[in-house]
C-alpha cells in the first residue's frame, strides 16, 4: 500500500466494492468513496471499509448554501474519515460553514478539501459555458487562495496547477489531484491528465486513480505500478 494513492472506488455497490479490495489485497490502502457508491450503500460502506483499515476520502462535492453545508458536514464529521470536499465555486462563506460543521466532531476532524475547478474542465468550457473570462489556470489558483483564506486544509486540483497553488498558498496547503492516467491510458471523460510520475514531479500530495487501476487487467499489478512510479520520483 502506498499512503498517497487513493484508489476512487467508483462501484456500484458493496458487495462489488468489497470483493476488489479482498481479490486485490488492498487492505489498509487509501481509497476514495464517490456519489455512486455513497448514494446506494450510505454509511455501511464507510464502517466496512474502515473495519478493513482503509483511510478514507469521502468525495461528495457538497455545494449548496452555507447553512446545508455546515449541517451536512457536521453529518460526514460523525464518520471519522480522513477527507472530505466541497466545489470552491460555493464562496468563501459556504467554506467556512463546511469546516465548523466538520469542527463540531468531538472526534478526528475529517480534512476538509475544495474542488478549484474538475479535471473534465478545458479552457472552453470554462469560457463558453461556465462563462468565466478568466483562464484556467488563474480560476484554479484565485479558488485555491479563496478556500485558504477561508479554512479549507487543501484543495482537489488537476496536476497541472499545483506548483501555483502551492506558491499562492504555501507547500503545506494539501494538493489532492485526479485524473491521473498510465502513459498508455485513454483520457476518456477526463480533459487534463498526468501520470503518477508527472504527479510526484510536480509535488502533488496525494493523487486519485480510478479507472487506471479499477479496469485494469490486473488491478493489483496497476497499483503496485503506479507505487513504483511514486517512489520512483522519492523526493
Ligand atoms: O474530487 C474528485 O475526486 C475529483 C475531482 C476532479 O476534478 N476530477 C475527478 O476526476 N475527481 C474524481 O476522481 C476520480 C477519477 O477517476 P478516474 O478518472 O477513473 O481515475 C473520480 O471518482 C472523480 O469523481
Redesign the pocket.
Known sequence: MHPSIYI?L?FPNAEQTLSFVEENELAGSPV?V?MQLFYKEGPYIIEKLKERGHPI?L?L?LHDIPNTVHQAMKSLASLEIDFV?VHAAGGARMIEAAREGLESTSGKRPKLLA?T????TDEMMLKNELLINETLENTIVRYAENSYQHGADGV?C?VHDIRKVKQACGSSFIT?T????FKQDEA???KRIATPTEARNEKADYI?????I?NAADSKQAYQQAIKEWNANEK
Do not use: E
Not at 117 to 120: E, K, Y
Not at 208 to 212: H, Q
Open positions: 476512487a467508483d476514495k464517490g476520502f468525495d462535492k470536499n474542488v475547478q474538475l479535471t473534465s482537489v488537476p489532492m485526479p485524473g491521473i492516467r476518456n471523460d477526463q486519485v486513480m480510478g479507472r487506471s479499477t
